[in-house]
């Protein structure tokens, strides 16, 4: 894992005194409200319905167990002893008090964490493939330029002030496990013939109100210059986002507006002028933020055995359990889904019992997944039954990723100032309904549901195979339909199927849709995807409007 | 329709309801805000210790005031999901 060099952490803890100093110029009513704002905003500070919400970055979703340990003594500490892992890789407080914000700052900044460039018009935290570093099909580890990406945009004084929110995502694989061509910058690695490192870059993807797929601004840039290109990217966008109209501000709108032809020119033009400047990364930096990510020492006497003869361990490792790239060792999601539970949330009980683990079993690494899990990349498979029986201990085992229970949402109106309605009692109604059969819920098979509370997406709605949204309808929650997304490599929008609902209407249209799904499919394999997208919308209209 | 008197405490985030002479925790303890309001709002402002004050429409008698938008009762319960969280003046079934 990369550890902060002096650089870092001087950036870190200037940043913390600056900070610290605001919030106390604020407490002594020096700086009003309307001046403080922006600056806690760009802390990662927000004012949500019930206190402030505090989110902290997790640079590409990966932490050590010391980082987790701290994490759970925040939510001890300072919070009501729980966080909300997000969508974004990130964790979110709901419960902070600004009188102890400056110890809570330095309380995460010894352990290498802060929470600046987490909300506000700028590069946000830069996410990547929970699997990275483990995975059997990656080129390369690409956590090392989800790294570089984060040292070059930390700060980076051009671009603090965008026309609006910028978000990049970093693969390696041709699994696409971070959904990058739903963000801003979508970049995945790849080797060519020659056995060379270069990025396909994806750009003006994103979901929101205006939901757009990202396209291909460039098959090839060599690994030695993709900070440059990134650069000439943000560049073109800095200066002809709109700032007029906060709806049309994403770069997605610039692209779309000039269309990939042009804005591909335009980019080209500021590449030319920009690289010949030496903005790139030297190789010797590369190499010593390569070697940071080395991958640890597996053991060649680990051996692939496995016992299954527990049968619930048996459904947690089929389930829940992915192949590594070392013999001997696995994958292991630990569900944030569990029954009745909230998704995404942890207690801090929870997150200790995690850094344990990690520290015992899985080298020191955790990883936090855009679907609002946690997993330990590298686990020895003869130790799978002993972090198997720790997880259990404290409900983190159950057996549900990627089935129809493993639902995504967003905080909705339990916590949120924007919501329009309320996005976890959706999930958790519609998972009572699978969540006691497991034979169930495995016989429906891959299906993805997930759940914003408002039209700005968060829970990712527009990605899901189904998707719901949160709408105000006269002073009323209620809920739209949505299906056939996927933020995936086959990456596609979902669509709104027909009319709304109200709360127990939308569990009950859910409810009539699996069951279509399961007469209808071609096979038993075949995904409630594929039969939408083999039979188009209008059978699970009618199955579900009658 | 009544209206109530909320806001945000600077230091805490706590959410927060006008009694008529100081700030209470508790809904319950909420008065009806008359023609005043505007210029208390007015003043609250000014003095920047309370984020976000804002009158807000609420049905029923005083001691038992529940406002109109789902939004707010879940501002005056806690959030629905968390039981164990709640504030204890608004009931969460109210939501
Ligand atoms: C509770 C406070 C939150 C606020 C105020 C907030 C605000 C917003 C806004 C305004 C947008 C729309 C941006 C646009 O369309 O330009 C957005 C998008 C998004 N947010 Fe949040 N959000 C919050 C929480 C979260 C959480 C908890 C997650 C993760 C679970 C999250 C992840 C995202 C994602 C993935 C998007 C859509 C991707 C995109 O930017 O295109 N946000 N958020
Ligand atoms: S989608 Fe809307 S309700 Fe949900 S967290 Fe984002 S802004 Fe809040």
Known sequence: ?546 | MPRVLTGNRLETGDVLWWNGSDWSPRIADAVAIGDEGEALVARLVAEERINDPVLIDVTGEPGAFVPTTTRERVRASGPSVRADLARGSLSVEVI
């Open chain 1, 1 to 546: 894992m990369y550890r902060y060099d002096q650089y870092d952490q001087a950036i870190v803890d200037a940043r913390v005194a600056e900070f610290k100093d605001q919030v106390a110029r604020r407490l002594r009513n020096e700086i009003t409200e309307d001046q403080f704002k922006p600056l806690r905003l760009m802390n990662g500070l927000y004012l949500q319905l019930h206190a402030y919400m505090l989110r902290v970055a997790i640079p590409y979703g990966t932490l050590s167990g010391t980082q987790m340990r701290m994490l759970a003594h925040i939510a001890r500490k300072y919070d009501r002893d729980y966080g909300h892992f997000t969508t974004r890789q990130n964790i979110q407080y709901n419960w902070i008090k600004l009188e102890q914000f400056a110890d809570l700052l330095d309380d995460l900044s010894k352990v290498e964490m802060h929470a600046f460039q987490t909300s506000g018009n700028c590069i946000r935290n830069i996410s990547s493939d929970q699997f990275a570093g483990a995975a059997a099909d990656e080129v390369a580890d690409p956590r090392p330029y989800a790294e570089l990406l984060r040292q070059w945009s930390t700060l980076h004084p051009e671009f603090s002030f965008l026309p609006r929110k910028f978000k990049i995502a970093v693969i390696a694989s041709d699994t696409d496990r971070a959904a990058i061509q739903l963000h801003d910058i979508g970049l995945q690695l790849r080797r060519n013939d020659a056995g060379d490192l270069g990025f396909r870059v994806y750009v003006g993807g994103g979901m929101g109100r205006t939901p757009i797929l990202g396209q291909v601004v460039r098959d090839w840039i060599p690994v030695g210059q993709f900070l440059s290109y990134s650069e000439a990217i943000l560049r073109v966008y800095n200066r002809y986002g709109r700032r007029d109209n906060i709806y049309k501000a994403r770069i997605k709108i610039l692209v779309t507006e000039l269309g990939i032809e042009e804005f591909t020119r335009q980019v080209e033009a500021e590449w030319a002028l920009l690289e010949p400047l030496g903005l790139d990364a030297p190789q010797a930096e590369y190499d010593r933020i390569i070697a940071q990510f080395a991958p640890p020492a597996f053991d060649p006497a680990a051996n692939d055995d496995l016992d299954l003869s527990d049968p619930d361990f048996r459904l947690w490792v089929e389930q829940n359990v992915h192949p590594h790239k070392a013999p001997g060792y696995a994958i292991a999601t630990i569900s944030l889904k569990p029954r009745a539970g909230i998704p995404g949330d942890a207690s801090s009980a929870q997150m200790d019992v995690i850094a344990d683990l990690a520290e015992r079993y899985a080298q020191d690494e955790i990883r936090v997944t855009h679907s609002q899990n946690l997993v330990l990349a590298h686990v020895r498979k003869s130790d799978l039954y002993a972090v198997w029986q720790a997880l259990e201990a404290v409900d983190l085992a159950t057996p549900n990723l990627d089935l129809v229970t493993d639902i995504i949402a967003c905080p909705g109106m339990d916590y949120c100032t924007l919501a329009n309605a309320r996005s976890i009692p959706i999930a958790q109604k519609i998972a009572a309904k699978f969540e006691n059969d497991i034979a169930e819920q495995r016989d429906i098979g891959e299906l993805k549901i997930k759940v914003s509370g408002c039209i700005n997406g968060c829970g990712h709605h527009h990605a899901g195979h189904i998707g719901i949204l949160g709408v105000d309808k006269k002073g009323e929650e209620a809920y739209q339909l949505l299906l056939g997304g996927s933020g995936a490599e086959d990456a596609s929008l979902a669509k709104i199927l027909g009319p709304g609902f109200d709360e127990n209407g939308i569990v009950a249209a859910v409810d009539r849709l699996i069951a279509f799904y399961r007469s209808a499919r071609a096979a038993p394999d075949e995904r409630f995807l594929d039969t939408y997208r083999r039979l188009g919308p209008a059978p699970f209209k009618a199955a579900v409007y009658g």
